[in-house]
């Protein structure tokens, strides 16, 4: 099956400066790969998403990027705010005949120093 | 349009006890999972549904069953409840658009077995 990996697990930033997230994924088959904000004690949000024809997607101050030849895809976010702490999880999801799955990466906790 | 509705928000169980997490939701989605939430693990799939009357195990399923007997509800149930399912549980429903599988989450339950 697919696996998600994400690092780093832990990002400090200064407010203001940018912030980036890793993922890497195992299957070549996955073709939708969305960005999950977590805020303590809440729900995961999507907050952006590609499709696995696109290489980059910018949203104001987000953006992803994705490689497929080397699986791997990131979150980059701009003069950070400390409303921007939070947990961010990646996931890529592979179709099956059952639908389309998502696997998740372990998560970052985003902390913005003001 | 109340989305997905998750209940109880928290519970606390002893050892051996049994109970069902109810998720029910009014968007008609065929598509619905439960996750599990452990520090540090991110999300892990336990089942899913891709429509009424058919189930499926996803990465973890021991110690939990599920039904689906109409579109709207995905009870989970813990036939005996032990220590290590202690977690924050999600249910979701997903909605496939094209490629893209956007995930729905609910409230979250918080779930402490002693």
């Known amino acids: 099956g697919e696996n998600v990996e994400q690092h780093p697990s832990t990002l400090s930033v200064q407010e203001g400066d940018s912030a980036v997230i890793k993922c890497t994924y195992s299957d070549s088959a996955s073709n939708y790969f969305p960005w999950y904000k977590q805020e303590l004690g809440k729900r995961p949000q999507l907050i952006i998403d590609i499709r696995s024809n696109v290489g980059e997607k910018k949203d104001q101050r987000i953006a992803v990027t994705l490689n497929k030849t080397a699986k791997h895809f990131s979150l980059h976010i701009t003069e950070t705010q400390p409303e921007d702490s939070a947990v961010y999880f990646c996931?890529?999801?592979?179709?099956?005949?059952?639908?389309?799955?998502?696997?998740f990466g372990g998560g970052t906790r985003l902390m913005v120093k003001p | 349009n109340a989305g997905v509705t998750q209940t109880p928000k928290f519970q606390v169980l002893k050892t051996g006890q049994s109970m069902t997490l109810q998720c029910a939701q009014d968007m008609n989605h065929e598509y619905m999972s439960w996750y599990r939430q452990d520090p540090g693990m991110g999300l892990r799939l336990i089942h899913y549904?891709?429509?009424?009357?058919?189930?499926d195990q996803g990465e973890v399923p021991n110690g939990y069953n599920v039904s689906r007997s109409t579109t709207e509800d995905f009870p989970l149930r813990l036939l005996s409840a032990a220590p290590s399912q202690t977690s924050v549980y999600f249910c979701a429903t997903f909605k496939r658009e094209g490629a893209k599988n956007i995930q729905y989450f609910g409230a979250g339950t918080r779930l402490s077995v002693l």
């Open positions: 996931a890529a999801s592979i179709p099956t005949d059952a639908g389309n799955m998502l696997t």
């Open positions: 549904s891709v429509g009424a009357g058919i189930t």
